[in-house]
């Protein structure tokens, strides 16, 4: 089970949904992914979409100053 | 997994800003798990050329000037601010420097999450377009009655 890391900070909306979104089908059943992100609608809405489509949302971890870390496993 | 929400758009301006509502719109959704359908029409037909500049597509003279006068998606004219076509490419380029996706990146964002594109066979008719002048992606043509079923059950919105 291979583990994924995604850099979203920079991407604004919608990027930030879709490339996690492409990312999270492009990756292995199984597989987990480690999603760096910003607070705001991204740490809001990028575990919450992610539960509603089926995705194990393990953690959401505070790194430093605004970014977070959201660990998928799919 | 939960029940599948639906978003359905009827693309009806050909405008750049406008276009990159609707394509923001339709990946946001697809992104989040949204099924997702974009009905092109009128106007909106321009950003699903195959041919993204201007070319002399049509079936007899009039609509072949008609359409070199609209166009493709990479000469998509701005709502407002268009300073006749420069304005949309000042937005791309803001857009590049402010790492926001360009409506082009949307477009193929959008075919990469599987929304669903359909073109208007009435406007088709008028502006005497074939399927065969659109993007491989578009899924079929259709009419008002196939697009309420289509839509039926989720969120609609005319831009």
Same mark, same amino acid.
Request: glycine share 8%; aromatic share 2%; hydrophobic share 40%.
């Given at each position: 089970m291979a583990t994924h890391t995604l850099? &979203?900070?920079?991407? /604004?909306?919608?990027?930030?949904f879709v490339k996690t979104k492409l990312k999270l089908?492009? &990756?292995?059943?199984?597989?987990?992914? $480690?999603?760096?992100?910003? $607070?705001?609608?991204?740490?809001?809405?990028?575990?919450?979409?992610?539960?509603e489509q089926g995705y194990n949302v393990l953690s959401v971890e505070h790194v430093e100053g605004n970014v977070h870390k959201v660990t998928i496993v799919k | 997994m939960a029940e599948t929400k639906k978003l359905s758009l009827i693309a009806f301006s050909g405008d750049f800003d406008k276009l990159t509502a609707v394509f923001t719109l339709a990946t946001g959704a697809a992104a989040v798990g949204y099924e997702v359908n974009i009905f092109f029409t009128f106007w909106g037909l321009d950003a699903i050329k195959q041919k993204r500049g201007r070319s002399f597509i049509g079936s007899n003279w009039l609509t072949k000037i008609f359409g070199f006068m609209m166009g493709g998606l990479s000469v998509a004219p701005n709502s407002r601010f268009n300073f006749a076509g420069i304005?949309?490419? &000042?937005?791309?380029?803001?857009?590049?420097?402010?790492?926001v996706a360009t409506l082009e990146e949307l477009v193929d964002a959008a075919?990469?999450?599987?929304?669903?594109?359909?073109?208007? $066979?009435?406007?088709? /008719?008028?502006?005497?377009? $074939?399927k065969k002048d659109f993007i491989n992606e578009v899924k079929d043509v259709l009419g008002v009655a196939t697009f309420l079923k289509i839509s039926e059950g989720g969120q609609t919105l005319f831009i």
């Open positions: 850099d &979203i900070t920079k991407e /604004h909306c919608p990027m930030t089908a492009q &990756i292995a059943a199984g597989d987990t992914l $480690e999603v760096l992100l910003t $607070e705001g609608e991204p740490l809001e809405n990028v575990p919450r979409s992610a539960k | 304005g949309p490419q &000042i937005f791309r380029s803001l857009m590049r420097k402010k790492n075919n990469a999450l599987g929304v669903n594109l359909y073109a208007c $066979e009435m406007a088709m /008719h008028v502006l005497g377009l $074939e």
